[in-house]
């Protein structure tokens, strides 16, 4: 079955709802950007010992060759997604209307991932996708690469994009290798490093059925974004390539997501090992295109997950697998699903893995405690997002708990309501 989360690492100022459509701030690079002078507005801190990661050492991939991670159970948390049973387990949020919408959701996405499984070929997942269409030929005028990004924006939004950035192609974030699920393989990167802008996309994921993580309910809100995000990154390629440029539209495949998504303004990196965005907090799903369609960089963002993460622990002591560290980022790495020489909150993705395959569904818990998972189409949590950005988080995180906004819903009540949960 498909790969869902980040390879274990994967990869403020303003609440924005009112303006999801882009990482809304002005596009002020050109690709000539120096990629150190990026790194150290993005946070990052990448040592002499670092070394790229290949695609066949992400969690996933490992559960089909690597003995020390499959088993029986993982087997079967796969199975769940393709084998229609009655029942999986007995529990509320793991029935069979639970499993049947959870695999309704990824259907999309599955379709086109499996479109090409003769050639050895998960697109999406293992391998860029390649259903766009031929462009009409020659290229459209580009009248300056600032103008091209804000056009570019305005069309992603159009074709269903909740977040959209850009940024600067960078080798160090490019798996040295594709994995070939058959073989059980490495097989060569299909990126030749030649397109040198990245257009990162992201699509949010239902936040009531998120409420009810664990569950196999939950994992809607995951196959569902999976899903939009298929089309929406098939929608923009087909769009650049339209205008006679090239694109090459990639999901959990090719490279790792968070540092393009961090560097394109999309959002600050999390302790969980997930993207927190202003608009959505933690609950989105990546995508990004790369191309050679002239196109201004944003800004990379911050808005205080930093300094939050750095005190609160929400997630740590809330992941039942003890699969996110409390300490302090380090280059310290579990295993060899974690990327070497990086310094940075490193979770442990053998122990999440392992907690999914007994759960027969995805997990997402740390996703549902993050304060940062709010509506912030409403003003009071926008409010919060405020706080937590000054010196008073400390206060910010108090309400939180206090509010046990995180708390589990019952999968069983969210089929009984008739919209939004309170
Ligand atoms: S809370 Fe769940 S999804 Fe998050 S790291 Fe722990 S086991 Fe994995
Ligand atoms: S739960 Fe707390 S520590 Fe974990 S990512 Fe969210 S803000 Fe950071």
């Not at 050639?119 to 996708?129: I, N």
């Not at 097989?187 to 059925?209: F, H, T, Y």
């Not at 303004?265 to 002239?294: A, C, M, N, S, W």
């Not at 980022?329 to 490193?346: A, D, E, F, L």
């Amino acid at each position: 079955m498909v790969p869902r989360l980040l390879p274990s690492l994967e990869g403020g100022r303003r609440a924005a709802a009112e303006d999801a459509g882009s990482s809304g701030r002005p596009a002020v690079r050109d690709g000539s950007a120096a990629a150190t002078a990026t790194d150290e507005e993005a946070g990052f801190q990448v040592g002499p010992e670092f070394e790229r990661f290949s695609q066949r050492d992400d969690v996933f991939c490992r559960s089909f060759w690597d003995p020390s991670v499959r088993s029986h159970r993982s087997d079967m948390f796969y199975e769940t997604y393709r084998t229609p049973k009655m029942k999986w387990r007995s529990a509320d949020g793991f029935n069979r209307r639970d499993y049947a919408l959870r695999n309704a959701s990824w259907h999309v996405t599955d379709v086109f991932a499996e479109l090409h499984e003769g050639a050895d070929r998960r697109e999406g997942f293992l391998d860029p996708y390649t259903a766009v269409r031929e462009g009409p030929g020659g290229r459209a005028p580009v009248e300056s690469p600032e103008e091209m990004a804000r056009q570019l924006k305005r069309a992603a939004k159009t074709l269903g994009a909740d977040l959209v950035g850009v940024t600067g192609y960078d080798e160090r974030w490019v798996y040295t290798h594709n994995y070939a699920r058959e073989q059980e393989e490495e097989k060569p990167q299909e990126l030749s490093g030649d397109l040198k802008n990245v257009i990162v996309v992201a699509q949010s994921m239902d936040r009531d059925l998120l409420r009810t993580a664990p569950s196999a309910l939950s994992g809607a809100a995951t196959g569902a974004g999976y899903s939009r995000d298929t089309i929406v990154l098939l929608s923009i390629a087909q769009f650049v390539t339209n205008l006679g440029y090239r694109a090459v539209a990639t999901m959990n495949d090719s490279a790792l997501a968070i540092p393009f998504a961090v560097k394109a303004g999309l959002g600050e990196y999390g302790r969980h090992g997930l993207l927190i965005t202003p608009q959505f907090g933690p609950r989105v799903r990546l995508g990004k295109i790369f191309t050679d369609l002239p196109l201004a960089h944003d800004q990379p963002l911050r808005f205080g997950v930093e300094e939050t993460c750095d005190i609160c622990r929400a997630c740590t002591d809330a992941c039942p697998a003890k699969a996110i560290d409390g300490g302090r980022p380090s280059t310290v790495v579990h295993n060899r699903s974690n990327i070497q020489g990086v310094k940075k909150w490193t979770t442990d993705a053998e122990k999440c893995f392992r907690f999914w395959s007994n759960l027969n569904t995805d997990c997402a818990i740390c996703v549902r405690v993050c304060p940062y998972n709010r509506d912030y189409a409403r003003w009071r949590h926008r409010a919060w997002q405020w706080l937590a950005g000054t010196p008073l988080r400390r206060l910010a995180l108090w309400l939180d708990r206090v509010q046990g906004r995180g708390k589990r819903m019952a999968p069983g009540r969210w089929w009984e309501a008739g919209g939004d949960v309170a």
